[in-house]
């Protein structure tokens, strides 16, 4: 068996990305054109360079949303996300339930989060969590796993995953 679930997604940081990087060129155009001459060159250069270097960033960026899906492979759950993957194997697996979940809006560990994409280490219920959601508020799925560990996921449909355990 061999399924891959989709998280549920609260947006997508493209338009916000794309924003910020016509800003960037626009701010850095105007201060080329309201240059001296002599300066002209250099910051036409830079303007271009911004374009280039901002532009990979930005949709670099832009991706991290579509990276992050979850796979189940026999008694294998992989979660693939923008800067690698975390295996679990079932027998690592203490319970699943289903959890109403609201992250923090600042999380003191380091995290990523940003719309449709949140990599987030908090406490739910005293158990340390590491979430991968593509939502910061909703309905998840915790793993509880046997080292005292937590993982957090939020598939657009859960059964899949609750019943994981009795399928395999």
């Not at 991706?63 to 079932?90: A, C, S, T």
């Not at 990523?112 to 969590?129: A, D, E, I, N, S």
């Amino acid at each position: 068996m061999r399924a891959r679930l989709e998280p549920k997604r609260d947006g997508n940081p493209k338009a916000l990305l794309f924003a910020l990087y016509l800003a960037s060129i626009l701010a850095l155009g105007f201060l080329a054109a309201t240059a001296k001459a002599s300066e002209k060159p250099f910051l036409l250069a830079l303007v271009a360079a911004d374009a280039l270097v901002m532009g990979a960033l930005f949709l670099w960026l832009a991706g991290f949303p579509q990276k992050l899906f979850y796979v189940l492979e026999g008694p294998f759950l992989r979660v693939h996300h923008p800067l690698g993957q975390r295996g679990v194997h079932l027998s690592e697996v203490a319970s699943i339930r289903l959890l109403p979940y609201a992250l923090p809006f600042l999380a003191p560990r380091p995290n990523t989060q940003m719309p449709g994409y949140y990599h987030v280490r908090l406490r739910l219920g005293g158990l340390p969590v590491e979430a991968f959601v593509g939502a910061r508020r909703g309905e998840g799925v915790l793993l509880v796993l046997k080292d005292g560990t937590g993982l957090l996921l939020n598939p657009e449909d859960p059964r899949l995953l609750l019943s994981w355990k009795e399928t395999v």
